[in-house]
């Protein structure tokens, strides 16, 4: 078996140790003499796993005791429509904060379930920077405001929080899709009236959705919205209402447990402070290589960069895959090449990949 460095942002890859464990209790959880994804989610031992997972999680993000995790589906794409079901309420506005695709994916799936008003944009740079809160343009009386605080996509990652009450508007909830950097920083909860996410940036299998949410937002969702997406009904049956991703929250936990092992999150954060820095030291002092994304704004998580020579995209990625370095090819619409480097991703990938573009463009610079 020789496993390779996956650059991939998404399903993407997870801590090797977890992999080896899943595969040793794949046919026998601990003594069970099931696997997990043979086992009902309402028997002891799944219900053991899942509140595991639960308080790992609480524990590794300090969530506060006011906030209820739920384990859902649909990944971040249905969130987009589940979530202003579920936030507007009486309300008729939602504003949006646009940083890159994923965002502006967001704001127009809103349009079926809200009025929305863009309170900022940075379009017009090409998503290569994150809009000043002060410049953020809130409508009066707005349900929630959406902010996506890493862009997967365009490299782009919030360098502050989004705290309103800064702005002298804590009472509005802000909404945030992490889905590609959660657990890779020290956040502060309680900022947030919702955080959201797909697992399979950071966390594990694809098929788990994350929502973290503060419990006076419960209790609001329009008549028509599906029960099995009503937060109020998934946060009343422990995320039980209907059969969750069983096994994507076996995995999880596995990550979480891992996370611990490592220090926690402001210990993995160090780690990644450090991967991210080797990569971007490396491009900014190369000429044969670019990132065009503003540099306080560079996410550490998803690194886009170009040849400068573009002619020289094949060749590169075709001398990457022979050196075992896969996955580097960049998102359609942003063209070039991306490595994403999420928490499983250690320093001596990153390493091997840096070592890999100085030697390419040693050759054929
Ligand atoms: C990957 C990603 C999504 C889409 O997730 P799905 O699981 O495909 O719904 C949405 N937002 C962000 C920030 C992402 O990275």
Known sequence: ???????????????????????????????????VMEMSHRGKEFTAIAAQAEADLRELLAVPANYRILFMQGGAIAANAIIPMNLMGERRVADYVVTGAWSQKSQKEARKYAEVNIAASSEASGFTTVPAMEAWRLS???????????????????????????????????????????????????????????????????GLTLVIVREDLL???????????????????????????????????????????????????????????????????????????????????????????????????????????????????VGGMRASIYNAMPLAGVQALVDFMRDFAARRG
């Open 1 to 35: 078996m020789s496993r390779v460095w996956n650059f991939s942002a998404g399903p993407a890859v997870l801590p090797e140790a977890v992999l080896r464990q899943a595969a040793e209790e794949m046919l026998d959880w601990q003594g069970a003499g099931m696997g």
């Open 140 to 206: 009066p009386d707005p349900a929630y405001v959406f902010t996506c605080t890493n862009e997967t996509i365009d490299g782009v990652e919030y360098p502050f929080e989004p705290d309103l009450a800064r702005l002298g508007r804590g009472e509005v909830p802000v909404v945030a899709d992490m889905s590609s950097h959660i657990l890779s920083r020290v956040i502060d909860v309680s900022k947030y009236g919702l955080i959201f996410g797909g697992a399979q940036k950071n966390i594990g299998p694809a």
């Open 219 to 333: 209790g609001h969702a329009m008549p028509h919205c599906p029960t099995a997406f009503d937060f109020r009904t998934v946060a009343d049956n422990g995320s039980m209402y209907n059969t969750p991703p069983t096994y994507g929250i076996y995995i999880a936990g596995l990550v979480f447990q891992w996370l611990k092992r490592q220090g926690g999150v402001a210990a993995i954060e160090a780690q990644n402070v450090a991967k991210a820095k080797l990569l971007y030291d490396f491009l900014d002092g190369s000429d044969f290589y670019e990132n065009r994304v503003d540099r306080a704004c560079r996410s550490r998580m998803n690194v886009p960069f170009f040849l400068r020579d573009e002619a020289l995209n094949d060749a590169f990625l075709a001398a990457a895959k022979d050196a075992g370095l896969v996955q580097l090819k960049g998102h359609k619409s």
